[in-house]
Structure formats: structure tokens, C-alpha cells
């Protein structure tokens, strides 16, 4: 069974947040490529930045979600990412043109229960590795919540509700699957 479950969605939706709650219960988690990037780039010399080049951050987010994607198969439980390979591969074929997401994403698969988070206009901010407005977030939103099921992911909508309680939900989706802890 795939135990890899992707968190995705709008841009200051909350799924930072959710990720930390599930990692306090406990379970692996994979922090957002796009954060990692973006920080690292900040201390070198930014060349990769989303709002310098965002075809070289796309490129960059693929391969660190696809070297992230093969160090989740290790864990022994469930490992939950902050956007992943599917994200960053639909941003790069939207801004190129390249038909490289159906290929990535059949090669490298995680869980096909999708949890997106929706666009949540009360919660959101910027910062400085997140300074795109929230049309430019729901746009992007957009985007993601039609490629899903176009690769035959199950598409769950997380609930604006507290991050305990998302937490309580995504468990209780999976659980109802499989009796892995």
C-alpha cells in the first residue's frame, strides 16, 4: 500500500500548519519544496526564486520532491507532504507547455487520496517566501484542483475547520481505508 499522502491545494490555505500538528502526533512529514527552495535561495543568489525565474523553480521543486518522494518509501507509517512532485510538475507544463506531468506522476505515485485545502481568504498571508496575492493563490488553486483527477486521484476537500480537527479528518479518511497506525 502507498503510504505517501499529499496535502496540496490553495497557497495560505493551512496546510504548513496541518503538516506540524500531524508531525507533533507523531507521523513523518515532508515540509513544501517551494519553502525550501525559496529559503535557500534567499541565502545564495537567488537565481531560482519564484519571482525571478519560475520555470527554474518549478525545476528545481521537481527534483526535490522527486528526491523527497524516494526517501518517504523508508518510513514504516503514513508520511504526509506539503505539495510534492504533482505540484511542481503542473507548474512547470502551465508555464512551458511540457507534457511532463502525466509521465512524473505515473512513475513516481503517491497515496490516490488527494487532500486539498480550498482557498481560505480569512487565514491568509504573505511572507517573505510566500509573496503572491491571494488571486494569484486561487488561481493556482485552480489549476491543481482540475490536474488531480485528470491522474485518477481522489480529491478530498479539506473543511475550514480548526487544525486539530483537519487533522481528526485526514486520520479518519485513511483509517476508514486501512488500519495502519
Known amino acids: 500500500m502507498n503510504r ?3 496535502i496540496s491545494g490553495c497557497s495560505g ?3 504548513s500548519t496541518l503538516l506540524r500538528e500531524l508531525a507533533a502526533r507523531g507521523y513523518a512529514i515532508v515540509e513544501e519544496p517551494g519553502r525550501r527552495i525559496v529559503s535557500q535561495e534567499l541565502e545564495g543568489d537567488g537565481a531560482a526564486l519564484p519571482w525571478v525565474d519560475m520555470v527554474a523553480f518549478a525545476r528545481r521543486a521537481i527534483e526535490m520532491a522527486t ?3 524516494s526517501a518517504a518509501r523508508e518510513q514504516p507509517g503514513w508520511t504526509f507532504f506539503d505539495r510534492g512532485l504533482i505540484d511542481a510538475t503542473a507548474a512547470l507544463q502551465y508555464l512551458t507547455g511540457e507534457p511532463v506531468l502525466e509521465k512524473l506522476s505515473a512513475a513516481h505515485r503517491y497515496h490516490p487520496r488527494v487532500f486539498l485545502t480550498p482557498p481560505w481568504p480569512e487565514i491568509y498571508t504573505t511572507d517573505p ?8 493563490a486561487v488561481a493556482e488553486y485552480d489549476r491543481l484542483a482540475a490536474v488531480y483527477p485528470t491522474l485518477g486521484d481522489d480529491v478530498v476537500m479539506l473543511p475550514k475547520i480548526t487544525v486539530a480537527d483537519r487533522a481528526d479528518f485526514i486520520l479518519d479518511c485513511l483509517s476508514r481505508e486501512t488500519r495502519l497506525p
Open 4 to 6: 505517501s499522502v499529499l
Open 129 to 136: 517566501e510566500r509573496r503572491h496575492g491571494f488571486d494569484e
Open 13 to 15: 490555505g493551512g496546510k
Open 67 to 69: 528526491a523527497d518522494h
